[in-house]
């Protein structure tokens, strides 16, 4: 296994050392079929290269544990509680996480979306907050119990991001 350190959240308990099963299509993927939203990961498949994981059957991550908090309160388990984990992912890929949001704001067909897919894929600017891609993740280590008093800066670079993403896609 590669050995970059990444965070994962989950409602699934894992122990140590676990590989865990690719779904044949993520939860997150899943959740935008039912909203409607679908489109975007699979506008930003039509552009992938070809060693980046297809966006809707995957695993994601954040290369911080203050990034993985700041969406923390947004995952709701149906079924047990949430969990954070420290993970190693097989040739992970990084993207700025919020260039999705963009094509969300922009809605399906503009203009601009292939340009955002473009930096999505192969980005050219400095973003903050990165969300890593890869189809082999493995637990190291359950981390949710190490959170508490964790400074939760993620929010401010996410903010930043969106700052930037305005500036460069007015979106």
């Known amino acids: ?77 149906a079924i047990g509680s949430k969990r954070i984990y420290k993970v190693h992912m097989v040739s992970p890929y990084p993207a700025p996480m919020c260039l999705t949001d963009g094509l969300k704001k922009n809605g399906e067909g503009h203009v601009i979306n292939q340009d955002i897919a473009i930096e999505y894929w192969c980005p050219r600017n400095e973003w903050r907050v990165l969300e890593y891609l890869s189809e082999i993740m493995q637990i190291h280590e359950d981390v949710t119990a190490s959170i508490n008093g964790l400074p939760q800066f993620g929010n401010f670079f996410y903010g930043e991001d969106q700052k930037l993403r305005t500036k460069l896609f007015n979106c």
């Not at 039509?46 to 966006?55: G, K, W, Y």
């Open 1 to 77: 296994m590669e050995e970059q350190e990444l965070f994962h959240i989950t409602c699934n308990e894992y122990p140590s050392g676990f590989i865990v099963p690719l779904p044949d299509h993520t939860l997150y993927h899943q959740e935008a079929i039912a909203k409607g939203t679908a489109w975007i990961d699979n506008y930003l498949d039509d552009f992938r290269p070809i060693n980046a994981p297809s966006r809707s059957r995957t695993f994601y991550a954040f290369g911080s544990i203050q990034h993985c908090l700041s969406f923390y309160s947004s995952r709701i388990c």
